[in-house]
C-alpha cells in the first residue's frame, strides 16, 4: 500500500518563529489533506490540497504531486499552533485516507 | 449542521462485553470511515463506506462490524471487546470522492 512518511516527526519552536512540515508519499494521489489535532484530540481539516498552494491566514501549503510531496509552512508561530499535524492521502477518491504518523509540534512562549 | 457526531464521548467496558460506536452526519454525505488511533501512531482504518449498503474491510477491521443502511450513519460494532481494542476511535465523512474528509470529535474507549 501507499506509504506516508512526515519529517521531522518533532519540532520545538519558540513563539514567533516560522516551520515548514514536510509529506513525503509513495504512490500518486487523488487527495491530500493536512490536519491539525489539538491538545484536546480534536482533528481540524486544514488544507485539501492534491496539488497547487493555498494559503488560510498564517498557514500555507503546497503540494507537488509529480514531486510526491507536500509542504506545510506555519509563519510567526503561537502557542496555540501546538499539537501534531497529520497529512494524509488516498489513491482514487473512492479509497480512503492513509495517514503518517504526524509531526508533534511545541511552540513556547 | 452538527457535522460528524460520535457518542458516547467516553466508555469503559469490560473483557468480554459489546457495544455499539455511533457515528451519524447531516451533511448528506457518501463516504464515511472509521479509524482508530493509538499513542504513539497516526491513524489506521478500521472500516469504509463509499455509500449506504456497501462498506469495505480497512487495515485493522478484526473485532470490529459496521453496516451502512442509510446515508447519515455509520456504526462501529465490537463484538467482545478486548484490552487491546483500548484506543481513540475517529469517525469521518466527505461528500464525494474529490472532496475532504469531515472528522467527528471521538471516542475514548478503554477496555479492562
Known amino acids: 500500500g501507499i506509504q506516508v512518511e512526515q519529517s521531522p516527526p518533532d519540532l520545538i519552536l519558540q513563539e514567533g518563529a516560522n516551520s515548514t512540515l514536510r509529506c513525503n508519499f509513495s504512490d500518486s494521489v487523488n487527495n491530500l489533506q493536512w490536519f491539525h489535532q489539538n491538545p484536546w484530540g480534536q482533528l481540524i481539516n486544514l488544507f485539501y490540497?492534491?496539488?497547487g498552494t493555498k494559503q488560510n491566514g498564517r498557514l500555507s501549503a503546497t503540494t507537488v504531486a509529480t514531486e510526491r510531496y507536500s509542504l506545510l509552512y506555519i509563519s510567526s508561530s503561537q502557542t496555540t499552533d501546538s499539537g501534531v499535524y497529520f497529512c494524509?492521502?488516498?489513491?482514487?477518491?473512492?479509497?480512503?485516507?492513509?495517514f503518517g504518523k504526524g509531526t508533534r509540534l511545541s511552540v513556547i512562549a | 449542521n452538527a457535522g460528524v457526531t460520535q457518542t458516547p464521548k467516553f466508555q469503559v467496558l469490560k473483557t468480554g462485553q459489546s457495544m455499539t460506536l455511533q457515528c451519524a452526519q447531516d451533511m448528506n454525505h457518501e463516504y464515511m470511515s472509521w479509524y482508530r488511533q493509538d499513542p504513539g501512531m497516526g491513524l489506521r482504518l478500521i472500516h469504509y463506506?463509499?455509500?449506504?449498503?456497501?462498506?469495505d474491510q480497512g487495515e485493522v477491521p478484526n473485532g470490529y462490524n459496521v453496516s451502512r443502511s442509510t446515508t447519515e450513519d455509520f456504526p462501529l460494532r465490537l463484538l467482545s471487546a478486548a484490552p487491546s481494542q483500548t484506543s481513540v476511535y475517529f469517525c469521518a465523512s466527505k461528500r464525494g470522492a474529490n472532496y475532504g474528509y469531515t472528522f467527528g470529535s471521538g471516542t475514548r474507549l478503554t477496555v479492562v
Open positions: 490540497i492534491p496539488s
Open positions: 463506506s463509499v455509500g449506504a449498503g456497501i462498506t
Open positions: 494524509a492521502v488516498d489513491l482514487s477518491g473512492n479509497t480512503p485516507l492513509v
